[in-house]
């Protein structure tokens, strides 16, 4: 009696697995590129945030008030986070270039920052006032 082999199968199998292991990784393949960093603004506790990669970078650090941010964009690796701060019983419209604060009220009345653009040096930001007879973006 003839005894049956897998002759054929392990052949098969070879075929497939061959290729694979001759063509597969290797050491020389690069590393998988990485897709665009993710940006988001917001409010941890009383301090203003942002996010890059879901790695928090804290704005402010108030020991009476809170402060928030609503909106970031990034220029030429500069980072841009607009936002409001509330010392003292006042809101105050601000941004943020690289972590340093801007004011952009005087402080006589209520405003906040929703929103900011860049332009190559011009930023823009949108916002509003904020108290009885303002009206408000």
């Known amino acids: 009696a003839r005894k ?9 199998l070879t075929l497939f697995a061959l290729p694979l292991y001759l063509y597969g990784c290797s050491k020389d393949d690069p590393s998988p590129t990485q897709g665009p960093d993710v940006y988001i603004a917001g409010s941890e506790g009383n301090d203003a945030k942002y996010w890059k990669n879901g790695k928090s970078v804290r704005l402010t650090a108030l020991t009476d008030g809170y402060a928030e941010a609503s909106s970031v964009v990034v220029s030429g690796g500069d980072v841009y986070v607009a936002g409001s701060i509330n010392a003292q019983g006042m809101i105050t419209a601000v941004y943020w270039k690289n972590g340093d604060m801007v004011t952009l009220s005087n402080g006589t009345k209520g405003s906040y920052a929703s929103s900011i653009a860049v332009s190559g040096s011009d930023v823009y930001v949108a916002g509003g006032g904020i108290g009885p007879g303002i009206l408000s973006y």
Do not use: A, E, H, Q
């Open 4 to 12: 049956k082999t897998s002759s054929g199968l392990i052949i098969v």
